[in-house]
């Protein structure tokens, strides 16, 4: 059974999982799915100031806090005890284009050749982990939501904003894996 929980799931057992929790999460308490709230209910339990965005009730939305946890219990039961020692899987053409930036590492799930330390003191690694770090998290706050709250629970809501928050963040990320993302890596600096 260990074996099997160490390879990595396909996208039809893992994506029907993610989004079977639309249903219970509805039909058990009328919840809604979604993880960057749980930073605002953090902020608000934290925060004596009297900052209007986290002036409610976040008691009520507790649950939500409980939820985030046990996503990072799983990570971290995952990351510890379900390793996979194997290099990460990536198609052969995707190898060949980055090694033309000189990425060549792939035994961790992000490269590390970009993502380290000491790659955030270079020009590429502050534009990829701080500037990206913070569009993201702009665009989080800007929509009023992140991707799991709009993709997975707004659209089978039937939500119109959930439908253009979806749009603007898949034709962003194409806009930005396609057009932005080779001007970065190609930076030397």
């Given at each position: 059974?260990?074996?099997?929980?160490?390879?990595?799931?396909?996208?039809?057992?893992?994506?029907?999982?993610?989004?079977?929790?639309?249903?219970?999460?509805?039909?058990?308490?009328?919840?809604?799915?979604?993880?960057s709230s749980s930073l605002r209910h953090?902020?608000?339990?934290?925060?004596?100031?009297?900052?209007?965005?986290?002036?409610?009730?976040?008691?009520?939305?507790?649950?939500?806090?409980?939820?985030?946890?046990?996503?990072?219990?799983?990570?971290?039961?995952?990351?510890?005890?379900?390793?996979?020692?194997?290099?990460?899987?990536?198609?052969?053409?995707?190898?060949?284009?980055?090694?033309?930036?000189?990425?060549?590492?792939?035994?961790?799930?992000?490269?590390?050749?970009?993502?380290?330390?000491?790659?955030?003191?270079?020009?590429?690694?502050?534009?990829?982990?701080?500037?990206?770090?913070?569009?993201?998290?702009?665009?989080?706050?800007?929509?009023?939501?992140?991707?799991?709250?709009?993709?997975?629970?707004?659209?089978?809501?039937?939500?119109?904003?959930?439908?253009?928050?979806?749009?603007?963040?898949?034709?962003?990320?194409?806009?930005?894996?396609?057009?932005?993302?080779?001007?970065?890596?190609?930076?030397?600096?």
């Amino acid at each position: 059974m260990i074996e099997f929980l160490k390879q990595p799931w396909a996208w039809y057992v893992a994506g029907p999982l993610i989004g079977l929790m639309v249903p219970v999460l509805l039909i058990t308490g009328n919840k809604t799915f979604g993880i960057s709230s749980s930073l605002r209910h953090i902020c608000a339990a934290c925060m004596p100031a009297k900052i209007p965005f986290f002036s409610y009730q976040w008691k009520k939305e507790v649950w939500n806090l409980v939820f985030v946890s046990g996503i990072l219990a799983g990570g971290l039961i995952a990351g510890f005890f379900l390793l996979n020692n194997q290099p990460v899987q990536v198609n052969s053409k995707l190898i060949s284009e980055l090694s033309t930036y000189g990425i060549t590492d792939y035994n961790s799930l992000v490269p590390q050749q970009l993502f380290n330390f000491i790659a955030l003191f270079t020009l590429k690694g502050f534009i990829l982990i701080i500037g990206v770090g913070f569009l993201v998290g702009f665009g989080t706050r800007y929509a009023g939501g992140c991707t799991s709250g709009h993709a997975i629970m707004g659209l089978s809501n039937l939500q119109l904003p959930s439908l253009v928050a979806t749009i603007c963040f898949m034709t962003g990320g194409f806009i930005m894996a396609n057009l932005i993302l080779p001007f970065i890596l190609m930076l030397k600096i």
